[in-house]
């Protein structure tokens, strides 16, 4: 019985999280055009994180021969909890899925940049993961670039956000700077597993991307088959590898946030901009 309270209250949940991500999209504005023929930064905490936040849109700019560089923060040696794969062993996995998933969105290696921090402790390595990210922001100077939104629910992905604004300042480099959600995506609009103190401001958010929200939207169209093949190569985040109980991964209904119809961008205004 309260096995199914909970399966039913589970679905309710999954319900309203799509239609909420229905609402935000139904706002949105579509961008596919203002992004054509632009150098992109994609900035991703995790391995996994850029190909669910953007991947058809890297797809779609790498088949027009637009300049990608794909930026991860971790190295992913502390993903999961593991007695049969090593931290090492995990981090060289984790490089091999990324190589691999940006392979099949039209990324070759030398435009993939790991910055090597680990995984969860980036909070505590702000300044140097500043520093990191702000040199290869100098090095490439891309036309536009995308973090994770600083709602996402997960410490790395709020480092990632601060740490990228920081880079740019200290770099001085104008870009167009877009986030892409992904725990605030499939958390909201009620953020359950968020910690108390900060649910409130979360949902106050949620609705009211709902109501006022202008986000930037690129359709997937042709280019979602290439990011469900990225998808799948990150096989240690979306299958239980090595059948541990202690094996941590994205589950269905997570992925399945990620591959709809579309691609959700939020602008983020640089601090200093006028407009
Ligand atoms: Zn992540």
């Known amino acids: 019985m309260r096995q199914s309270i909970r399966r039913r209250s589970r679905q309710v949940l999954e319900l309203s999280g ?4 229905r609402a935000v999209t139904a706002r ?3 961008a596919a055009g203002t992004l054509s ?3 992109l930064m994609v900035i991703a905490p995790h391995a996994d994180d850029e190909t669910l936040g953007c991947g058809a849109l890297i797809a779609r700019a790498r088949a027009r021969g637009d ?5 991860v923060a971790t190295d992913g040696r502390r993903s999961t909890e593991s007695a049969v794969l090593t931290p090492d062993q995990l981090a060289e996995l984790r490089t091999a899925e990324l190589a691999t998933a940006c392979g099949r969105l039209g990324v070759p290696d030398q435009d993939i940049r790991q910055l090597g921090f680990a995984d969860s402790g980036l909070t505590t390595d702000a300044a140097r993961l500043a520093a990191a990210t702000a040199s290869v922001l100098a090095e490439r100077r891309p036309e536009v670039v995308l973090v994770p939104t600083v709602q996402d629910d997960h410490p790395d992905h709020r480092a990632v956000h601060h740490a990228t604004l920081r880079a740019l ?3 001085g480099h104008r870009c167009l700077l877009l986030a892409y959600p992904i725990w605030a995506w499939h958390s909201g609009p009620w953020f359950l597993d968020a910690p108390a103190a900060q649910r409130p401001a979360l949902c106050a958010w949620a609705v009211r991307q709902a109501v006022l929200g202008r986000w930037w939207r690129v359709p997937c169209g042709p280019y979602l088959q290439d990011k469900e093949a990225a998808i799948r190569a990150y096989a240690s985040q979306t299958t239980n590898l090595t059948e541990e109980p202690t094996w941590s991964y994205l589950r269905a209904d997570f992925l399945a946030a990620f591959q709809g119809p579309d691609e959700l961008f939020l602008p983020v205004r640089l601090p200093g901009a006028t407009a």
């Open 18 to 21: 799509r239609q909420w991500r």
């Open 28 to 30: 949105a504005d579509g």
């Open 37 to 39: 023929h632009r150098s």
């Open 67 to 71: 300049p990608v560089t794909v930026v």
């Open 169 to 171: 300042d200290a770099v």
